[in-house]
């Protein structure tokens, strides 16, 4: 069965997370979206587990459905264990601050992993944990309870908080994880990354690179996410991430890169943001302030990599570039993001079309134009060509995107629009 899964997301007991990151929201949400398969996250928290295991019931091999919907019901949203850790640590003379994403099969496995976590810190004072754990030593607690746990180093290129971060991170997964590299499978892109930008690396063809969320708030969930062909179960979901089998995972769909807020280098207090190229110029220092800039993911691309751009090597998963549906109609009709025309042209477009992810990807350009403005039509039509103008973001600061160029009339493309 074809089917989207977000597995990382936030609980409304995260810090800076909408109130409505609840088990309901979440699963209303995931209809809209079009998400059959939902991480939980922070499993790590109390209360959040408490809620969990209240409201969750056992369906297929390792996955869950609210207690409230229709048992059986296969259109039913299926919650699968996932939760995040921020470790902060010393190494080889460095604070690293690495967070990592933890899949479950179990609440047995769950209870075991916790209370291991809960002798290091405190779990209870935010869904996210900071542990003083090294990530290695993290794998390890997590692999020798339940070899079937999935470990999975989050937002790979993020500056301050990941694996590759050029604040606080590794130039390897080994330096990393070390002898626990083996058992690293995957790897998230992240937003401010794509699948090409981790292609240049070498090391990196042995695991399989997934996206996700990271949602903050329900209506963020999806941003990211993974579509597989597969049955619906937590066996075959973390088989088809082990394997690598593009007929079992289909594609990643993705942010453009450049809305990430971490893609250039910058300085948000200065408001300079910079290509690699341009910060080289300046040695890495803002040339308003003279301190250091703030080392964005593109820049780490090209530190570590050792392809050139747009070599794609063998047995790779797909991907597509997406802009959320909201996004698109804001731009197409020029008003803004959460205002009542927007908000009404997007309850229309799902009502007709069941979901968002079916408008922005498989419904006929044909059928849009039945249903909606022709402006929106073509909008949706040019992201999935890839024809966007995109500000790169920067230092914490979302990149800006649009899908019609300053001043462009909003005339079908098949009637002589310029890009």
Not at 14 to 25: G, Q, V
Not at 227 to 242: L, Q
Request: net charge neutral; hydrophobic share 35%.
């Amino acid at each position: 069965m074809k089917f989207v899964a977000d597995f990382h997301l936030h609980s409304k007991y995260s810090r800076a997370t909408s109130r409505d990151m609840d088990l309901e929201n979440l699963d209303k949400w995931a209809k809209i979206k079009g998400i059959k398969v939902l991480g939980t996250g922070d499993f790590t928290h109390p209360e959040w587990l408490r809620n969990l295991k209240e409201k969750l019931t056992p369906t297929e091999n390792g996955l869950f459905r609210l207690k409230s919907t229709k048992s059986g019901n296969t259109e039913e949203t299926r919650f699968i264990l996932t939760t995040e850790i921020s470790c902060i640590y010393s190494k080889k003379g460095k604070v690293r601050k690495i967070h990592t994403i933890i899949f479950a099969p179990s609440f047995e496995i769950v209870d075991k992993i916790n209370t291991h976590l809960g002798w290091i810190g405190n779990l209870a004072a935010d869904g996210r944990p900071i542990l003083g754990l090294d990530a290695k030593e993290l794998a390890k607690i997590v692999l020798n309870i339940s070899q079937n746990c999935l470990v999975v180093p989050a937002h790979l290129y993020t500056p301050w908080f990941s694996l590759f971060g050029s604040r606080s991170g590794f130039d390897s997964i080994e330096e990393c994880f070390e002898d626990y590299s083996k058992y690293i499978f995957a790897g998230e892109t992240g937003l401010s990354s794509d699948p090409p930008m981790s292609w240049r690396n070498s090391t990196l063809d042995k695991i399989t690179l997934i996206s996700n969320s990271d949602a903050h708030s329900p209506s963020k969930i999806g941003r990211e996410a993974n579509v597989f062909d597969t049955e619906i179960s937590y066996p075959a979901i973390i088989g088809a991430i082990k394997e690598k089998d593009p007929q079992k995972f289909l594609y990643t769909i993705e942010f453009y890169p450049e809305e990430g807020k971490y893609h250039y280098d910058g300085h948000r207090l200065c408001g300079i943001s910079l290509s690699p190229q341009e910060s080289k110029k300046y040695n890495n220092i803002c040339p308003n302030c003279g301190r250091p800039l703030t080392i964005g993911v593109l820049n780490r691309i090209e530190q570590l990599a050792d392809r050139p751009n747009g070599f794609k090597p063998e047995n790779t998963i797909p991907f597509k570039s997406l802009i959320p549906l909201e996004e698109i109609i804001a731009d197409a009709v020029g008003q803004g993001v959460g205002t009542v025309t927007v908000e009404k042209e997007y309850k229309n477009l799902i009502e007709k079309f069941g979901n968002e992810f079916n408008v922005l990807i498989d419904v006929p350009r044909q059928e849009l134009e039945a249903v909606t403005l022709p402006e929106i039509a073509e909008g949706i039509t040019r992201v999935r060509e890839g024809k966007v103008f995109i500000e790169p973001g920067y230092d914490g600061v979302y990149g800006k995107i649009r899908i019609f160029s300053k001043g462009e009339q909003k005339i079908p493309s098949h009637q002589g629009t310029l890009f």
